[in-house]
Nanobody, 116 residues
């Protein structure tokens, strides 16, 4: 069955960096648009970034543009999110999904906490 497993989160200080990974299995990863969402405590799910199947086109929310970079390795069926210059407002559980729908099935997520 299809599975998405996020990893790489942690507790960091403002200005630090983290790299999230999302290991995909059970579907042809290289054929799908992929998306990162995040959900902060008490808030709705928020779109962060998306990438086309071949990785040649990427999209970012205004809140992360210029700080985050989405990428993928289709040989490893893995999606990445490089997060630089992290801010406290980036604190959230980060999820990857196949496609772009916020209602798409997602994994357990990975917690990112940015705090001094």
């Amino acid at each position: 069955q299809e599975q998405l497993v996020e990893s790489g989160g942690g507790l960091v200080r403002p200005g630090d960096s983290l790299r999230l990974s999302c290991a995909a299995s059970g579907f042809t990863f290289s054929s799908y648009f992929m998306t990162w969402f995040r959900q902060a405590p008490g808030k709705e799910l928020e779109w962060v970034s998306s990438i086309k199947p071949r990785g040649d086109t990427t999209y970012y929310s205004d809140s992360v543009k210029g700080r985050f970079t989405i990428s993928r390795d289709n040989t490893k069926d893995t999606l990445y999110l490089q997060m630089n210059h992290l801010k406290p407002e980036d604190t959230a559980v980060y999820y990857c999904v196949k496609g772009s729908s916020p209602s798409a099935p997602r994994g357990q997520g990975t917690q990112v906490t940015v705090s001094s």
